[in-house]
């Protein structure tokens, strides 16, 4: 699916006569929304600051074996957007000093990035706590050469943490493509079969939900039991942990919600479902992300909106943990997405 372009995405707004907040490439409905900014402010805690650094999220690539209808990341095949080995070399050096206690891989699949497996070995040397790859199940499937993945994640410990819309085929194969539900429940009893997710196991398997439309996830707590039962009893499939996360109005997931009409509606829910007590908790306080090309943001929403740090330190080569804790953190109106309701993250719910 071809992302819409920003000219495009104007225009199905401007139809309505609704105000735009355009911001590289995402666009955010005005009109009576009131803006993010006013509701951090409202409860004191504007400018938003970073806490205590615990997580460091480093996207090796854009490139993916799938086109998921939900992806912020507008990630696929055609993406050529790829980490080199300067860059991961880079990424070494501060991962030996940072402060951060957990690793967190992703992409597009990041497994398709050719210097992944040295990545991960190397990265593995430096004794963080959690050592995370975020993996989308099918690439285990898609070619021998990822056949022994699991293998792989086991002998250095990974803390595997994949997507799976749904237990059920139909829901699952809508979001991400036919054929992508077998393919994942193959994948989860191949990680089964070499201890990920089992009780008492020390290899630790999350899944991911993310709603298949214009909604909320549901309680987390709730979905994760409904996960359970079904894979179980169906598939004989165990894991440790689901997280239910938001989509934000950015990327495919914007050009869904404007084909469909329902852009504004999403908007309104996302702001009535506003929790102030999720502002002090979302990732953006505990989180540095590294895009592909070593660029330094807040998030890997704002990393997609080309939203790079308030910081003099903008690059993973002039990384300096004291100076990136004293920014301002970059928020605008997708940031609504975080804070509704339970709130949300890449751990999922945080209140």
């Known amino acids: 699916m071809a992302t819409k372009s920003l000219k495009a995405r104007q225009e199905a707004l401007a139809e309505s006569n609704t105000q735009l907040d355009i911001l590289n490439g995402g666009i955010f409905a005005r009109g009576e929304l009131p803006f993010f900014k006013d509701k951090v402010?409202?409860?004191?805690?504007?400018?938003?600051?970073?806490?205590?650094?615990?997580?460091?999220?480093?996207?090796?690539?854009?490139?993916?074996?799938?086109?998921?209808?939900?992806?912020?990341?507008?990630?696929?095949?055609?993406?050529?957007?790829?980490?080199?080995?300067?860059?991961?070399?880079?990424?070494?050096?501060?991962?030996?000093?940072?402060?951060?206690?957990?690793?967190?891989?992703?992409?597009?699949?990041?497994?398709?990035?050719?210097?992944?497996?040295?990545?991960?070995?190397?990265?593995?040397?430096?004794?963080?706590?959690?050592?995370?790859?975020?993996?989308?199940?099918?690439?285990?499937?898609?070619?021998?050469?990822?056949?022994?993945?699991?293998?792989?994640?086991?002998?250095?410990?990974?803390?595997?943490?994949?997507?799976?819309?749904?237990?059920?085929?139909?829901?699952?194969?809508?979001?991400?493509?036919?054929?992508?539900?077998?393919?994942?429940?193959?994948?989860?009893?191949?990680?089964?079969?070499?201890?990920?997710?089992?009780?008492?196991?020390?290899?630790?398997?999350?899944?991911?939900?993310n709603p298949s439309g214009a909604y909320?996830?549901?309680?987390?707590?709730?979905?994760?039991?409904?996960?359970?039962?079904?894979?179980m009893e169906d598939f004989d499939i165990s894991f440790q942990n689901l997280f239910a996360i938001t989509n934000l109005p950015i990327s495919r997931f914007l050009d869904y919600l404007i084909a469909s009409e329902n852009y504004e509606d999403y908007m309104y829910a996302l702001v009535d479902a506003y929790n102030p007590a999720a502002v002090e908790k979302v990732m953006c306080t505990n989180t540095i992300s590294v895009s592909w090309d070593g660029w330094l943001y807040d998030c890997d929403f704002n990393q997609m909106l080309g939203l790079k740090v308030a910081s003099k330190v903008k690059h993973i080569k002039d990384y300096n943990e004291e100076v990136l804790n004293d920014r301002n953190i970059i928020i605008s109106q997708h940031c609504y997405g975080c804070t509704a309701g339970a709130g949300s993250s890449c751990q999922g719910t945080v209140t």
């Open 41 to 209: 402010a409202a409860i004191g805690q504007f400018p938003l600051k970073p806490g205590k650094l615990e997580v460091l999220q480093i996207n090796v690539g854009y490139m993916c074996n799938q086109v998921c209808e939900h992806c912020h990341v507008d990630a696929g095949p055609d993406r050529k957007e790829i980490m080199s080995r300067e860059t991961m070399e880079q990424c070494l050096d501060v991962i030996r000093k940072t402060a951060a206690h957990t690793l967190d891989l992703t992409g597009g699949a990041p497994e398709m990035n050719p210097n992944f497996r040295w990545f991960v070995e190397e990265a593995s040397k430096a004794g963080i706590k959690d050592f995370i790859v975020r993996s989308n199940l099918t690439i285990i499937r898609a070619n021998k050469k990822y056949y022994d993945l699991p293998e792989f994640f086991k002998k250095h410990n990974v803390h595997v943490i994949s997507s799976m819309p749904h237990y059920t085929r139909g829901k699952t194969d809508k979001q991400r493509g036919d054929g992508v539900f077998d393919k994942s429940i193959k994948a989860l009893q191949e990680l089964n079969a070499v201890g990920y997710g089992l009780e008492g196991s020390e290899l630790r398997l999350d899944l991911v939900y």
């Open 216 to 231: 909320l996830p549901g309680d987390q707590a709730a979905l994760e039991r409904d996960f359970k039962k079904a894979l």
